[in-house]
């Protein structure tokens, strides 16, 4: 509840609303895709949506791109590995842990020196991490109360909940060299204002009202609270003019979702191609009027 849904009904209803998109959401998408002095902060970028989301702004915008993931050189991050490769110094990949605050400052810091002395200009940080389960060690979400552990809900919170909430405190300061750019438009034409994008990856799994088939406790517990956290931010960085966006991208075709991928009717099993290309679009059109939804 509260989040962005994708499912085949209202992918249909995007695409039927696309040419009555009003004036000032294509001008505050154009504006942010086609400067070649913006940015954008991906954390948890190493595979799956977060390298989606990377490759997706290489290739569909004129920004530069910042990915922060635990272990860039790993084997798991390949995809990562290749588009670096061919994006060149549009792309720049930073190794940093989204639920370590003393490495994600040392983020901070590099950020910023991009910022200061190459002229990256912020104006999105998109966080895709998260955690369903763990193959190596046969850990999954549980199927009845019995499953449930201490550890896997404190392993579970820590991924999908304080590894958004962390590098929204340590990174948003980035933001401010943008605002200050937007700060004259901010004051002549609220309706075309872009205001800069925190945005995070959620889901329905996390709605206690949708929640029709219960289990999964450790996994809908961490993001219940993650949207908690969402809502709470947005109600406070409203006052400085940041959109908090809450987003649920569908079942998507990811090793997260691997695993119960058969449960899923195929025209609800999502590529990460499309998937991106939807909640960059959310992303890029975004006024302070979303901000919280």
């Not at 199927?143 to 579970?156: H, N, P």
């Not at 204002?193 to 709605?207: D, E, H, K, N, Q």
């Not at 009717?265 to 679009?281: A, I, N, Q």
Request: net charge positive; proline share 4%; hydrophobic share 40%.
């Amino acid at each position: 509840r509260g989040s962005r849904c994708f499912n085949l009904e209202s992918s249909v209803r995007w695409f039927a609303s696309f040419s009555r998109l009003s004036l000032n959401a294509e001008v505050r998408s154009v504006a942010r895709r086609t400067n070649p002095r913006l940015a954008a902060v991906v954390v948890g970028g190493g595979r799956g949506i977060g390298l989606g989301m990377a490759r997706t702004l290489i290739e569909n915008t004129s920004n530069r791109v910042a990915v922060v993931t635990r272990e860039p050189s790993s084997p798991q991050c390949s995809g990562l590995q290749a588009l670096q490769a061919k994006a060149g110094s549009r792309l720049i990949v930073l190794s940093g842990d989204p639920t370590d605050e003393t490495s994600l400052r040392q983020v901070a810091l590099s950020l910023t020196t991009l910022q200061d002395e190459h002229d990256w200009t912020f104006r999105l940080l998109f966080n895709s991490s998260g955690m369903l389960h763990k193959q190596e060690r046969k850990k999954g979400p549980e199927k009845s109360l019995q499953d449930f552990t201490g550890d896997w809900l404190i392993e579970s919170i820590q991924a999908n909940t304080l590894a958004h909430v962390l590098p929204a405190k340590v990174l948003l300061p980035l933001f401010e060299k943008y605002k200050s750019l937007q700060k004259g438009l901010m004051k002549q034409d609220k309706d075309n204002y872009c205001p800069p994008v925190l945005a995070s990856i959620t889901g329905r799994v996390g709605s206690i009202e949708d929640n029709q088939l219960g289990g999964w406790y450790s996994y809908r517990m961490a993001k219940a609270a993650t949207n908690m956290a969402i809502k709470c931010m947005s109600i406070e960085l409203a006052r400085k003019n940041i959109a908090v966006l809450s987003l649920h991208p569908g079942t998507v075709a990811t090793d997260l979702s691997a695993p119960f991928q058969k449960n899923v009717k195929p025209e609800k099993l999502f590529t990460v191609d499309y998937s991106c290309h939807r909640l960059l679009s959310i992303c890029d059109e975004a006024s302070m009027a979303d901000n919280g939804r």
